[in-house]
């Protein structure tokens, strides 16, 4: 007698995973972390909220970073290529074009949820952090900006929109770090104020300081204001 076996299903043979998705996994990470942690600082965001955001389980982290803080450096780093590309392709042709680079940035004009931060929000929400990683990347943070003011301001000297000798190159440091002084401490005062009419006012005041350390037109000032 001929035993008949019959077949059984066919084994189900997993489909390979697409090679981009864990590169697309990990930018959808570090989206998230740019958001957060430009918008609210290190200190105030968890692991936890930015998987949430991504959409992604907790446990899916490490297999991407190693720590929040590789997490954090990543997304400070991608933030600041991303942020260099549209400000190189720009000629500084206008006072009131460095103005809009300076407050924009700094998310100085819009303080709202809508606003997406730059790099540089890590001047204000990161002050006096005792971690190393951040206090590197706060160093990182401060020489990109003071550098981006320093060559606008020479390049609008040389087109004799300044009244500043574009060769002096000390007095236009100096003028980059007041800059610098009066844009943070704005920004860090006008966050922490709940009324938005002072944070309004208090703004308006640090951007005719800006202008007064440019030695700038009021007419700037009043046509930047009007924008």
């Known amino acids: 007698m001929i035993k008949i076996i019959f077949p059984g299903p066919r084994p189900t043979i997993p489909m390979p995973y697409p090679k981009n998705r864990k590169a697309q996994s990990q930018q959808k ?28 389980t907790h446990g899916a982290f490490y297999a991407h970073f190693e720590s929040k803080e590789a997490l954090f450096s990543a997304s400070f780093l991608d933030t600041l290529r991303d942020a260099r590309r549209p400000r190189l392709a720009k000629a500084p042709f206008t006072v009131k074009h460095l103005m809009s680079l300076i407050t924009d940035y700094l998310n100085l004009r819009e303080l709202s949820e809508h606003a997406r931060p730059g790099p540089e ?36 000297s040389r087109l004799n929109k300044l009244p500043i000798s574009a060769g002096d190159q000390d007095s236009i440091a100096e003028k980059a770090r007041a ?26 005041t640090a951007q005719r300081q800006i202008l007064a350390i440019l030695g700038a037109d009021e007419e700037e000032f009043d046509g930047f204001a009007a924008a």
């Open 121 to 156: 929000s890590v001047l204000v929400n990161e002050i006096g952090s005792s971690n190393p990683q951040i206090r590197a990347l706060y160093e990182t943070s401060y020489f990109s900006m003071k550098k981006m003011i320093e060559r606008r301001i020479t390049a609008l």
């Open 29 to 56: 990470i570090l989206d998230s972390a740019r958001d957060l942690f430009l918008r609210y600082g290190f200190e105030k965001v968890s692991i936890s909220q930015i998987m949430k955001l991504a959409r992604m």
């Open 179 to 204: 800059i610098m002084t009066t844009v943070v401490g704005a920004v860090a005062i006008a966050k922490s104020l709940p009324h938005e009419e002072e944070q309004r006012l208090l703004l308006a």
